[in-house]
């Protein structure tokens, strides 16, 4: 069967693959919301530092929270209708269920895995299945989609979108898709989802009693960087810290990334609340983080370089983290104070 | 360290130069006169070599592994699961196999009785034709 549906969708880069597609379903379904914004809104900030967990050889750091989160909490903060499917157990059913929505117009979000993604630069593909796109046509065999990391719209074939659907590994996709429902009509409140937001993100940051997770896990994970060379030898204490610095990198922003946009969403929310000194003194702080953040992969990339003949003291990165640790813990603490 | 933003992308871009240029990406910037932007760029070069430092990383496991071939004390099958970036746990579920039946396909004794349709089976997940895996010529 020939069929051609291409729907009438805005493809637009973004720093983050979810809060990008998040926010350009908002767009196309008619509500103006930033990338920043969704990424606020939906607590895209994280960090969670596992030790004995490895991925891909190396232990296991997260800057972002489960795939899925920014889109789910974004559109139940803001009261928005919108269905996500977890898991199709048939991938067919997953195809099937995209052509359907495709026909009634309906952009679809998908996760995916990297590793085969035929479009996607090359050197990114690793075993990776936290990316997210979104498919907005069909032509015959190949569907129109569109990735925030790449600049232009991409075409990918029914085969490798269903094999990248059903990638495996940790974070399996297995078909998951989201989409929003109906066009939203009438005009949306930003404040009281904000708030949420920021409550939940600073709660995820400073609240939660586990030592790995959130500034806690930071600064466990500064206080093991210095032990690494001892531990496990130049070698390979440089390729963890390339593990931490590609997390910190990678896909357009990655973690050190993420901090820019979360102050950008904290301007734009200080904006909105009549400029709201202490949200603004918030997105100051948060972008003076994100820049230290910055200078410690410089300073780290210059250990990747020469593996075995390390030029930076790994104590002194180890400093380095505390020290973002410290200033992103003085941010949340502000955050935390405010009342709305 | 009292090193100030300038000096750091001096040293970034001095003596480096791209090795990745397939697709120019979003990224988002902050200082204290323009507050918060956006450029359209390739990765930059102190980043390009983090990421490489990961891909060369790779190659030298490879090569760990096919001596090991060579040495006849691991099979082909654990030299295409690290060519294509896998572990065991991944391999596994592609191959819908428990754990411990992959592990043991790794050894070169094992290997040599397994029956065709496995071999046929980790052949396509290797994405190479079927009688690749028992020709060594990769190895030479």
Known sequence: ?340 | MGSTRDEIDDKATGDDELIYTYNRELFYHFDKENGYTQKVDYQNPCNQVIIKQSWDAAEERLEEVKQMVILGKSSPIAYYMEKILMEVPMLAAYMEIPKWRVRRHLKSKVFKKLKPEVLAKYASIFEIPADQLTNQDYLK
């Not at chain 1, 009438?8 to 767009?27: D, I, M, P, V, W």
């Not at chain 1, 936290?130 to 085969?159: A, C, W």
């Open chain 1, 1 to 340: 069967m020939e069929t051609k549906t291409i729907i009438n969708y805005t493809h637009r880069q973004a720093g983050h693959c979810e809060s990008g597609a998040t926010s350009n379903l908002f767009k196309f379904n008619g509500l103006e919301i930033s990338e920043p914004m969704a990424f606020g809104i939906g607590n895209g900030l994280y960090f969670s530092y596992i030790p004995f967990l490895k991925i891909q050889f190396a232990p296991m750091i997260s800057f972002r929270n489960l795939p899925n989160t920014v889109f789910k909490r974004s559109t139940a903060y803001l009261g928005i209708d919108a269905t996500v499917v977890k898991k199709i157990k048939d991938p067919e059913d997953a195809m099937n269920l995209l052509d359907r929505n495709l026909e009634n117009g309906i952009p679809t979000g998908c996760q995916v895995g990297v590793f085969q993604l035929t479009f996607f630069p090359p050197e990114y593909r690793m075993h990776y299945n936290m990316h997210n796109l979104v498919v907005f046509g069909k032509d015959g065999n190949m569907y129109h989609v569109s990735d925030t990391v790449m600049e232009l719209p991409q075409l990918i074939t029914r085969e490798d979108l269903l094999r990248v659907r059903y990638a495996k590994g940790a974070f399996a996709p297995q078909g998951k898709m989201y989409w929003i429902n109906h066009a939203i009509s009438k005009p949306i409140d930003l404040k009281p989802a904000i708030i949420k937001g920021i409550k939940k993100t600073v709660n995820e940051m400073i609240g939660i009693p586990f030592p790995l997770i959130g500034v806690k896990g930071l600064r466990w994970m500064a206080r093991d960087l210095k032990k690494w060379p001892k531990k496990h030898g130049d070698n390979k204490a440089s390729f963890y810290l390339g593990q931490i610095l590609r997390m910190a990198e990678d896909f357009g922003t990655g973690g050190a990334g993420f901090r820019y946009i979360y102050g950008a969403f904290l301007k734009e929310a200080g904006e909105l609340f009549d400029n709201h000194q202490e949200l603004l003194e918030a997105s100051d702080m948060m972008g003076k983080t994100a820049n230290k953040w910055r200078e410690f992969t410089y300073m780290g990339a210059r250990n990747c370089k020469n593996r075995s003949k390390p030029e930076e003291n790994y104590g002194t990165l180890s400093e380095k983290l505390l020290e973002i640790a410290a200033g992103e813990e003085k941010v949340y603490q502000k955050l935390k104070k405010i009342k709305f």
